[in-house]
């Protein structure tokens, strides 16, 4: 008999074989980092990480979701547990409790996450109330920038306003490079009544909040222009990149319409107890006035990001 004909009589075939024989399927490929090199430094001086160790301190915050968050519910690859770590120096115990406040946030305000793609947010987008510059600034930052003129009451609630930059948040986090960077936040209040505008003292200087600064700016551009060089920003905010353009973005968020679906829009366990009963900022419903709803937003992205 051939070598090639006992080859077949005593390998059995991967069909004749029982399910519990089958070989495992390959296990899903590990983290890949994609940072240059001149980001692995900036990350190394700014944000304690190691490259060398990164591994390990992922490791580190997976085991201690599992010890003592067991029934949280929550992905544990290693590019997601990143991210949080990134925003908390890589200080394990902080960037557990950033984990928990994310979760808790997300299940305690269903109003706002519950269905959270961007095809149910089309007519925000459309508003122009946000949208992201296509230049970073010279920090290598994403740009978010709100105009809240462009939200009119009576065609949708406020809430509506928010999902929109929670959509576009958690789009930018999924960059390493954003999470390495940050983002700054940039607020116009042309044309937004002082006493609305007066609600957000804690932004006119150029404000820190985790991975987020914020910038308000109304008519006089000068101090924005001290953080945020010209030829980024478009003509609308005394640039000289050109007009803004919303269709860009708006196309990438609709393009990632099946991450969303799969992260914010399956059926979701109850609230875990280590959760506890975690409220939604004070002073928010859909009908609250733009003023109190948004600040109540600042003190919800300081616990999630």
């Given at each position: 008999?051939?070598?090639?004909?006992?080859?077949?009589r005593?390998?059995?075939?991967?069909?004749?074989?029982s399910e519990?024989?089958?070989?495992?399927?390959?296990?899903?490929?590990?983290y890949?980092?994609?940072?240059?090199?001149?980001?692995?430094?900036?990350?190394?001086?700014?944000?304690?990480?190691?490259?060398?160790?990164?591994?390990?301190?992922?490791?580190?915050?997976?085991?201690m979701?599992?010890?003592?968050?067991?029934?949280?519910?929550?992905?544990?690859?290693?590019?997601?547990?990143?991210?949080?770590?990134?925003?908390?120096?890589?200080?394990?115990d902080?960037?557990?409790?950033?984990?928990i406040?994310?979760?808790?946030?997300?299940?305690?305000?269903?109003?706002v996450?519950?269905?959270?793609?961007?095809?149910?947010?089309?007519?925000?987008?459309?508003?122009?109330?946000?949208t992201v510059?296509?230049h970073?600034?010279?920090?290598?930052?994403?740009?978010?920038?709100?105009r809240?003129d462009?939200?009119?009451?009576?065609?949708?609630?406020?809430?509506?306003n928010?999902r929109?930059?929670?959509l576009?948040?958690?789009?930018?986090?999924?960059?390493?490079?954003?999470?390495?960077?940050?983002?700054?936040?940039?607020?116009?209040?042309?044309?937004?009544s002082?006493?609305?505008?007066?609600?957000?003292?804690?932004?006119?200087?150029?404000?820190?909040?985790?991975?987020?600064?914020?910038?308000?700016?109304?008519s006089?551009?000068?101090?924005?222009?001290?953080?945020?060089?010209r030829?980024?920003?478009?003509?609308?905010?005394?640039?000289?990149?050109?007009?803004?353009?919303?269709?860009?973005?708006?196309?990438?968020?609709?393009?990632s319409?099946?991450?969303?679906?799969?992260?914010?829009?399956?059926?979701?366990?109850?609230?875990?107890?280590?959760?506890?009963?975690?409220?939604?900022?004070?002073?928010l419903?859909?009908?609250?006035?733009?003023?109190?709803?948004?600040?109540?937003?600042?003190?919800?992205?300081?616990?999630?990001y």
């Amino acid at each position: 008999m051939s070598e090639e004909s006992d080859s077949l009589r005593t390998s059995p075939s991967a069909a004749s074989l029982s399910e519990s024989e089958l070989p495992p399927p390959p296990a899903p490929a590990g983290y890949v980092c994609s940072l240059t090199e001149d980001l692995v430094a900036k990350a190394r001086e700014e944000l304690q990480e190691k490259p060398e160790w990164r591994l390990r301190d992922v490791q580190a915050l997976r085991d201690m979701v599992r010890k003592e968050c067991p029934n949280l519910s929550t992905s544990l690859e290693d590019a997601f547990l990143l991210r949080f770590l990134r925003a908390r120096k890589f200080d394990y115990d902080r960037a557990l409790q950033l984990l928990i406040n994310y979760h808790s946030c997300r299940r305690s305000w269903p109003e706002v996450f519950n269905n959270l793609r961007p095809s149910a947010l089309k007519e925000v987008l459309a508003s122009g109330f946000l949208t992201v510059l296509p230049h970073t600034d010279p920090r290598g930052c994403h740009i978010l920038c709100l105009r809240p003129d462009r939200w009119i009451p009576s065609n949708y609630p406020i809430t509506e306003n928010i999902r929109a930059i929670y959509l576009t948040l958690e789009k930018l986090i999924q960059s390493e490079e954003t999470q390495v960077n940050g983002i700054v936040i940039l607020a116009d209040y042309k044309g937004v009544s002082l006493s609305k505008a007066s609600h957000f003292g804690p932004f006119i200087a150029k404000k820190v909040i985790g991975i987020l600064q914020f910038f308000l700016h109304g008519s006089d551009l000068n101090s924005l222009h001290s953080n945020l060089p010209r030829n980024i920003l478009p003509k609308e905010y005394g640039g000289t990149a050109g007009e803004l353009d919303i269709t860009a973005w708006n196309a990438a968020l609709l393009a990632s319409e099946e991450d969303f679906v799969r992260e914010f829009c399956q059926p979701g366990p109850p609230c875990d107890s280590i959760l506890g009963q975690a409220l939604p900022p004070e002073g928010l419903s859909s009908e609250a006035p733009c003023d109190d709803s948004m600040w109540a937003v600042k003190s919800q992205l300081y616990s999630c990001y």
